[in-house]
RNA sequence: CGGGGCGUAGCGCAGUCUGGUUUAGCGCACCUGCUUUGGGAGCAGGGAGUCGGAGGUUCAAAUCCUCUCGCCCCGACCA
């Protein structure tokens, strides 16, 4: 393609909107345009690197057995009214009527689709197994669509589903999957992680997530160099640092106005692993007190795994129910339900003493309290790996994609079955697996870009080459370009020449935002001496090459 | 949905506190001409704005008040 024909709109400052590095560059090299929150117009250049990263997609699905078919975006509620979800989600679900009255929603994901689909064609355990993909527009009407292109109402997923007769043939969709997804995100050229994921509403046991690490991600996850364990800290499980051994008697010190955990700790000069942190949420079965060690946070998730739903108790209901007011009241003689984290079982600890502006020291757990022990705390950097007690690391994330076993969650209500050898009917086993092109796109500017702009992994850049004639008023410069142009694209070799009559700056300026991994200069001077300049995006190294050996060298450039 | 910020030319901003000095200004981009041509050129000339919208206060509103819409950030939420 030649620059000066194409629509690349780039420019020189940042649109104030913009936050994310990814956000940032996509909008000043021309990639993406946002119409409002949420919804972005892709421009030449983004749209070739989404198709791009789809022809991955593709073959990789392919390879593993997929068969692509596609499903509407525009749903009747009954389907959804069958599974429950189309009560059971709430505003994120964009619904409309049609003209007659009837609801519809626009699709947030597939199961309902899919699960209809198997439901009226699948019969046999002959027809089994199946996995059907389609790479689809997905609406939801998200609370906060955020960062560029990584978070948005309207985007575009790689959808799933696999059809089973038993857990070990959804343990093989499954495990195909997850090998099919570390080649994708390989050979976009991501530095990913396949961590434990929360299943959450779409059911099922089993669930993990690819997770490309950056300062932009919005998702945590647990990280241990030694044994490999790896999880969402949605779910992540953690040992804590063991506190130092005290011997501290029993007795109530004055903490006058001091409620914190922070506030006691530094008024008394100790550090905050020497608390006890007491929450009180109210359950549908009643008050909670929910205690962990004063360096942790409370896992709501994790916690709500144990007493359902909760929320945490408003300032006058906890001196309702505990006869004291907040920040002040401990473990001790209370007669409703204690959940405390493991780490608490050890070590005398200081806490409310249930009476304002005073703090008990030398609280012994088990003796001075009762409590059902359960880990209901946020792992965090430094407390040990669960499985080989290794220091673990914490890291932020972008979930580029995810896998879950669904089980029979949406067969079931769909009545999606089969009959098996012996003519008893059973309920297909399911999985799902989403991929988000646009969030590899931004992942991979995330983790590959510099002062200058972006830099392409070679799989997804929009072009292999870009070709840089610096002076287009040089009838030797454009008769060169022009040659080798054509003599590239006859080698399959995808290129962008920027033959605009701009001066030199600006051209390498603007190859550098855009990204392209490989440039090749044309100056006046060393085409004088049959020389052009094969520069690396990357590394800004250049090299001259005989112009008859630019078009080999470019190729040997490309395969690597 | 809670908290915060912003909305002035295509983009980035100043002006708003303290109403009148402005026919609303600057940089970039854009158009014309000449010069220039290896890291976002120089000079000269030019086009472009219902100051997000509505209502109000006032002799007078980008500026003060009320309401409203939009966008961004933090949190909640997230199939």
Redesign the pocket.
Known sequence: MRFSTMFIP???????????IS?KLML?AGYVR?L???LYIYLPLGLRVIEKINRILREEMNAIGAQEITMPVLHPAEVWQETG?WD???D??FRLKDRTGRDMCLG??HEEIITWLASREIRSYRDLPQIWYQIQTKL?D???????VL?TREFLMKDSYSFDIDEDGLEKSYQLHADAYHKIFSRCGLKFYMVESDP???GGATAHEFMAPSPAG?DEVALCDSCRYAANVELARSTPKASEERNWAFEEVSTPEKRTVQEVSSFLNLKPEYFIKSILVLSNSGPVLALVRGDQELH?KKLSKIIGEHRPAHKDEVKEILGVEAGFIGPMNHKIRIIADPCLKQGVYVSGANKPHYHAKGITPSKDFDAEWHDIHVAKADDFCPKCNAPLRIEHTIEAGNIFKLGTKYSVPLKASYLDENGQEKSIIMGSYGIGPARIAAAAIEQNHDK?GIIWPKSIAPFDVEILP??M?DKNTVNVAEKLYQDLIKKDIEVLMDDRD?????K??????IGIPTHI??????LKEGLI?I?DRKT?E?EKVAIEEVVGRVKDRIKN
Do not use: Y
Not at 10 to 20: D, Y
Not at 502 to 506: D, F, I, L, N, Y
């Open positions: 780039t420019v020189r400052e940042t649109p104030s909107e913009a936050e994310a956000h000043r946002q409002a929150a949420g979800r059971a989600i709430g994120e679900m947030m994901t939801r998200e609370a906060r669509p955020k960062s560029g978070r959450g509403m779409m919005e709501e200058d610096l002076n008023n701009e001066r030199a700056g600006v390498f300026k603007d190859a550098d935002l200069v044309l100056g006046e001077k060393n300049e520069k800004k250049a």
